[in-house]
């Protein structure tokens, strides 16, 4: 089987993921980039299951997809509020945690 | 007697059944009811006092059970045999060596006892349902009386002195809380004080006569019969082997006994039964006259073999148990002619004949005093009930005879005809049941060497014959006097044992139909009892030949020398005639046992004698009796009736007359004597020494302790508070303060930088993972 291919693909997107995470200092973008980090991991379940010949990895990568839709409305809401009371949604502007 | 004869007597087969098996169950299904009036009793239809009536009535079919299959067992087996008790015992707990043992001891003694006790109480009980009717507290009236049962079945049937103990107390408690049942009044309860620490006064006797026996006998019995220095029958073996040192067991024989003198009303620790009759008339029918206050005359039964070595019962002619005896038959029944309250007439007649018991078992006439406890049940129980009978339906609740009995022998004739068979039975006319037991006791003192005490056993039957005829006269005949007479309610004798009690008046049906006989559940106890007090009599009629002692041959333990070995898995119990030891042709007119050490083999019981009846004798009792009947009868027609100037009115005249009747009223200033004399010199001392110590020795400890606690907390405020804790503290205060300066920068406030922090950290985690796996 071709696992390979699907890690190599898996890696990179994680890398993206994280790197937008990082880089980014937009809030929509940072949630985006969440996305990408945990669909590389369902690919990675995927594959392995391929390999396997069993179903659970693909029953993992539907409870993480329930988990992310979950995880995007949450997120989606806190932005909305962040823009409310900052007129902008830039995460540099939210650091008065400074310690 | 052969060999092959000794063989078959050594097997003959004792008989058993289940009832002497189970007999533990008598006093436990009273004691089972007990908790269950406790607590459900007040939702039940009756109050539950059908619980207790039917508890008693399960424990009398048991007990008759049990006496029927003794008696089986006794016929069974052949002359002079043994007959072992049927002993069963279970280890109730162990401590430092000790074990204490819980069991059952069934023999003649103790079925007689129980059968009585259960019959009693049973009578009691019924005849309470009536004459307690609507009282606040019936319930716990019914739940103290059956626990009474239970005690006092308990001891009867105690196999070791720690349950016979636990027994005695449950019934000094029971007496207390029965005694102050009407506890509003302060003399109800101040009586209920007054039984309660004489009785414990008396207790300190057992206790220390149990300790003393345990430790003197323990080793013996253990080695000899594998039993507990507790047991009875060891006890009672250890005292016959001529092994006691004799000061120990005197020693402890007095103690016993100090505990019998509080417990059945002995002088001079009988000043509190005649208060207990302020309790409600059942209880003195039950606790105060035919059950309780025999167990102190019990204890010395049970335990003969030790009063009976350590007191030299039959080498001389005189002992504390026939002094005491004697005394207590002669003072409480002169004590008796100036009550005008009928009921302390028939509680000083009580102390009187529990005074011939201890006369009887002090000058070896064993049987003779366990049949009266037999016969006075009965009889007593009876004038008891009989007095509750005429309170409760003609005199209003008064128990005074002088103000409100007299000529109740037409109104109650079911009450008079019970009265009076029992009054005979008590002065001991043939052929009442008193005949049979009382004179045979005074026979056999005198038998047996204690002349002196003979004549005062006769003395006192002449007296118990004159006072019972005043009582019998002032209640039953002449003119009919207040309450009985119709008149309304007055106030009520001073002394407070008979005051009604105010739930108990509100209900009184007979304020306007004036005096009546009592109801069924009344007149039904008081008949059969009367018909007891004159036919028990029969069961030990001595007069009519050997065939006739029933008592004896079912009763009385036979004295001889059993050879006791211990088979494994039954110490104690494979009891067999020893027949080598004792030369066949006198084994049984004379057993060694009481008078030198057995040889081969333990003994029971001690050998006793019986006077053979002589009717010369008995003639001159019985005309001793008639003869303080008919003074007595003349001298109350023309006190109460005639007021005859000769004789009335004669105390007050004659001023040595007078000293002794005031003497007499104020009984012999005994309660004064403790009251005042013996409870306030030891008292008053004791607390002045209490206060003293108090002062000086406590509050001097108290304040060297508080100055040094107060110099050792400075110290260690400035040493070690100071120095110590508190330096830890700031140190380790500051190192928080600088690790977290250190730690300050990373807390930007970026979420990219915590992002960033985040992933390398699960790199290097990943990476740490890797190499590990690999």
Partial sequence: MFVNQFLFLAAVLFCIGVYGVVARKNAVLMLMSTELILNSVNINLLAFAMRNGSTDGHTFALYIIAVAAAEVGVGLGLVLLVYRNKKSISVDELSEMRG | MNILAAESEVLAPLATGWFMDNAWLIPVVPTVAFALIILIGKRLPMKGSELGVFSMVISLVLSAGTAYQWIQRVNGTSEGQFVSPVVRSWSWWQSGGFDFGIGQHVDGLSVVVLFVVAFISTLVQVYSLEYLRGDRRYTHFFAALTLFSGGMLAMVLADNMILFLLGWEIMGLCSFILIGHWWEEDANSRAALKAFFTLRTGDMGLLVGISMLYFAANDWTQANLGLSGFSIRGISAWALSGEPNSSVITIAAVALFIASIGKSGQFPLHTWLPDAMAGPTPVSSLLHSSTMVV????????????????????????????????????????????????????????????????????????????????????????????????????????????????????????????????????????????????????????????????????????????????????????????????????????????????????????????????????????????????GSGFLNATPFGESWERMKLWVEPRASVVIADSYPGGPGESLKLASGAVPAEE????????????????????????????????????????????????????????????????????????????????????????????????????????????????????????????????????????????????????????????????????????????????????????????
């Fill in chain 2, 295 to 534: 167990a102190g005359v019990f204890l010395v039964a049970r335990l003969y073999p030790v009063f009976f070595v350590g007191l030299d019962i039959l080498g001389s002619g005189g002992n504390l148990i026939v002094i005491i005896g004697g005394i207590t038959i002669v003072i409480s029944a002169a004590l008796a002619f100036v009550q005008d309250d009928i009921k302390r007439v028939l509680a000083y007649s009580t102390v009187s004949q529990l005074g011939y018991m201890m006369l009887g078992l002090g000058a070896g006439a064993w049987l003779p005093a366990v049949f009266h406890i037999f016969t006075h049940a009965f009889f007593k129980a009876c004038l008891f009930l009989g007095a509750g009978s005429i309170s409760h339906s003609a005199s209003h609740h008064s128990f005074d005879m002088k103000k409100d009995m007299g000529g109740l022998r037409k109104v109650m004739p079911i009450t008079f005809a019970t009265w009076i068979v029992s009054t005979l039975a008590l002065c001991g006319v043939f052929p009442f049941s008193g005949f049979f037991s009382k004179d045979e006791i005074i026979d056999n003192v005198g038998h047996n060497g204690y002349n002196t005490f003979m004549i005062i056993g006769l003395v006192g039957a002449f007296m118990t014959a004159a006072y019972m005829t005043r009582a019998t006269y002032l209640t039953f005949f002449g003119e009919p006097r207040g309450a009985s007479a119709g008149h309304a309610a007055h106030s009520h004798d001073p002394h407070g044992a008979s005051a009604p009690h105010d739930s108990h008046a509100a209900h009184d049906p007979h304020g306007a139909t004036g005096p009546h006989e009592s109801g069924l559940l009344i007149t039904v106890p008081l008949i059969i009892l009367s018909v007891l007090a004159l």
């Fill in chain 2, 587 to 774: 084994s049984h007119s004379k057993s060694v046992c009481g008078s030198a050490t057995p040889e081969k083999g333990v003994c029971y019981a001690p050998q006793l004698n019986h006077a053979p009846f002589k009717w010369s004798k008995a003639l001159v009792s019985l005309l001793i009796v008639l003869a303080g009947m008919a003074i007595s009868w003349v001298l109350s027609i023309l006190v109460f009736t005639e007021r005859d100037p000769r004789v009335a009115g004669l105390t007050s005249r004659i001023k040595v007359l007078g000293l002794g009747h005031k003497f007499l009223v104020d009984k012999y200033y005994l309660d004064h004597l403790y009251e005042n004399v013996v409870v306030r010199s030891v008292a008053y001392p004791i607390s002045q020494a209490a206060y003293w110590f108090n002062q000086n020795v406590l509050d001097g400890v108290l304040h060297t302790v508080a100055r040094f606690a107060k110099r050792l907390s400075a110290w260690v405020y400035k040493n070690i508070d100071q120095r110590v804790v508190d330096t830890t503290v700031n140190n380790s205060a500051v190192l928080t303060k600088s690790v977290g300066t250190a730690a300050q920068p990373t807390q930007s406030g970026r979420v990219s930088q915590y992002g960033a922090l985040l992933f390398s950290a699960a790199a290097i985690a990943a990476l740490v993972l890797v190499i590990i796996n690999t």
